[in-house]
């Protein structure tokens, strides 16, 4: 599947904003900028550190994944998501390997990227993402 680097860490908050007061003004992350996400029905932060990235996930809607994590689980961490060079053929070959997915073809993600999730009952109960640039 070839998972390069690890990608970013993505966070579920209430508010990117308050959020981003911690990540920028205490840790001295750099700031890249905030967007909103429609397929993941989410407004995301991303910070850099180093070869990765924070990425922030505030829920636009009710029925976003993260609004329900929220609701479950309060404020934390959310996923980790590793680098690959072709999303599609890592879902292909992990279908293959019959690992479960919940993303069975890669989907937009944040900053133009196409991501896909692995199911956490795959991956020991880590939410984990593969993220193509
Ligand atoms: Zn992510």
Redesign the pocket.
């Known amino acids: 599947m070839n998972a390069n680097k690890i990608d970013?860490i993505?966070i579920a908050v209430n508010s990117v904003e308050e959020s981003s007061i911690f990540y920028r003004d205490v840790l001295g992350l750099e700031f890249l900028g905030v967007e909103e996400v429609p397929s993941q029905k989410v407004k995301v932060a991303m910070f850099k550190i180093g070869e990765s990235k924070i990425?922030l996930l505030e829920p636009t809607s009710p029925d976003s994944s993260i609004a329900v994590f929220l609701e479950k689980k309060g404020e934390g961490m959310h996923?980790i998501?590793y680098s690959v060079t072709d999303a599609s053929g890592a879902v292909t070959e992990l279908i293959e390997k019959e690992v479960r997915m919940i993303d069975k073809e890669p989907r937009p993600?944040a900053g133009g990227s196409k991501?896909a999730f692995i199911h956490p009952k795959a991956s020991g109960r880590v939410l984990t993402?593969l993220?193509e640039h």
Do not use: N, P, V
């Open positions: 970013h993505g990425e996923h998501a993600g991501i993402e993220c």
